[in-house]
Nanobody
Framework: QLQLVESGGGLVQPGGSLRLSCVAS????????IGWFRQAPGKEREGVSC????????IYADSVKGRFTVSRDNAKNTAYLQMSSLKPEDTAIYYC?????????????????WGQGTQVTVSS
């Protein structure tokens, strides 16, 4: 059974960077697309980015485009979210999720495997 574990969150100053990791266990990630989502207090979960199973296709939310980069290393069964030029409004719990198939979409209901989340706080 596929399990996902996120790490890499923390407290960072505005303008700083963090790299989140999403490590999969139980099955190989080769056949899964990965989505990154976030949820701030009092707000709905929103899509941040996703990457197809091969890594050849990526999608970004407008709010993070040009600042965040999604990638994956299927040999390590790991996906990453590199976050740069962080803003206070990026503060949220970040989740990775997986769905079998080759294409990705930033629709939470499509994903059937979720990690526990990692807190990202951007504050001076």
């Amino acid at each position: 059974q596929l399990q996902l574990v996120e790490s890499g969150g923390g407290l960072v100053q505005p303008g700083g960077s963090l790299r989140l990791s999403c490590v999969a266990s139980g099955v190989t990630l080769n056949y899964y697309s990965i989505g990154w989502f976030r949820q701030a207090p009092g707000k709905e979960r929103e899509g941040v980015s996703c990457i197809s199973s091969s890594g050849g296709s990526t999608i970004y939310a407008d709010s993070v485009k040009g600042r965040f980069t999604v990638s994956r290393d299927n040999a390590k069964n790991t996906a990453y979210l590199q976050m740069s030029s962080l803003k206070p409004e990026d503060t949220a719990i970040y989740y990775c999720a997986a769905v079998s198939g080759t294409m990705c979409a930033m629709i939470p209901s499509l994903y059937n495997r979720w990690g526990q989340g990692t807190q990202v706080t951007v504050s001076s």
